[in-house]
């Protein structure tokens, strides 16, 4: 349920300080959720910061 910053996300996978733009992460998020539909519940946007994982969406589904 923590929100990650873009620039949390790109330090943390990219393992350095990226001088691009951080909307490159919105891009990779975006084919993350193409390519794993049942990821688009649980990643969450947060406008204007970044993303954060809904864990009441796992427990949802799971209840089902």
Known sequence: GRIVTRQQLLTDVWS???TGDDRT????IS???RKLPGLRDFLVTVRNIGY???VAAEVRV???
């Open 62 to 64: 799971a209840s089902g």
């Open 25 to 28: 992460v919105d891009v990779h």
């Open 16 to 18: 350095y300080s990226y």
């Open 52 to 54: 954060r994982m809904d």
């Open 31 to 33: 084919r993350l959720r």
